[in-house]
């Protein structure tokens, strides 16, 4: 089991740019977070889809947007970077009967 | 809603001494409650959770934390520290029907001294 996959795993982009980042939940996995981590911040909560909708949302502007496909697999989507967004980005995946969320290694995104 | 807090964003300890990291929890509905541990430019790690069984939790790497209704806490200790537990520490809380939406405190920087 591959466990959670995120790609890419770094990246540079300049300000006023678009990104996507992508996931690859835990196998069994339907229930795919998304959260930012600023740096010497704990994660906060940006969003979560269940079933290729969004399910929650933190408190985070619609410059943040995403999508579920039907393998479960997710992206997540700045627009207008600000250098503000610069953070890790983590992707969680779950199951229904979980107790707990599953975390890849991140994206490390540097807006300039 | 649910939140954490943690308290001494800085914690430094000898080789061999004790672990405290405090941790305490607001919830409106019975919450789960987990640490994680975070090294350099990797991904979050699960140390233990709280799921409503056991107050007292073992975790891995000779971690354990106890839930205490009564103190709202849940607190993370380790008898003898190692210099590979330098790391950040998280804890966090969530409910049980969506184990996906967790929220975080601010983190442990656990420094070992030799």
């Known amino acids: 089991d591959a466990g959670v996959t995120q790609s890419p795993t770094h990246l540079i982009k300049t300000r006023g740019q678009q990104v996507t980042l992508r996931c690859s939940p835990k196998?069994?996995?339907?229930?795919v977070s998304w959260y930012q981590q600023a740096l010497g911040q704990g994660p906060q909560f940006i969003f979560q889809?269940?079933?290729?909708?969004?399910?929650q949302r933190g408190n985070f502007p619609d410059r943040f947007s995403g999508h579920q496909f039907p393998n479960y697999s997710s992206e997540l989507n700045v627009n207008a970077l600000l250098l503000g967004d610069s953070a890790l980005y983590l992707c969680?995946?779950?199951?229904?009967?979980?107790?707990?969320?599953?975390f890849g290694q991140g994206t490390r995104l540097t807006v300039v | 809603a649910q939140s954490v807090t943690q308290l001494g964003s800085h914690v430094s300890v000898s080789e061999g001494a004790l672990v405290l990291l405090r941790c305490n929890y607001s919830?409106?509905?019975?919450?789960?409650l987990f640490w994680y541990v975070q090294y350099p430019n990797q991904g979050l790690q699960l140390l233990l959770k709280?799921?409503?069984?056991?107050?007292l939790v073992k975790g891995i790497n000779g971690f354990e934390a106890e839930f205490k209704k009564s103190e709202t806490s849940f607190h993370l200790t380790k008898p003898s520290a190692h210099m590979s537990d330098a790391a950040e520490y998280f804890c966090?809380?969530?409910?049980?029907?969506?184990?996906?939406?967790?929220?975080f405190g601010d983190g442990n920087t656990l420094t070992v001294k030799p």
């Open positions: 969680a995946s779950s199951g229904q009967m979980n107790t707990e969320a599953f």
């Open positions: 196998s069994g996995h339907d229930t």
């Open positions: 889809y269940y079933e290729e909708e969004e399910r």
């Open positions: 919830s409106s509905v019975p919450p789960y």
């Open positions: 709280y799921t409503s069984a056991a107050t």
């Open positions: 966090a809380v969530s409910v049980p029907t969506n184990a996906g939406k967790s929220s």
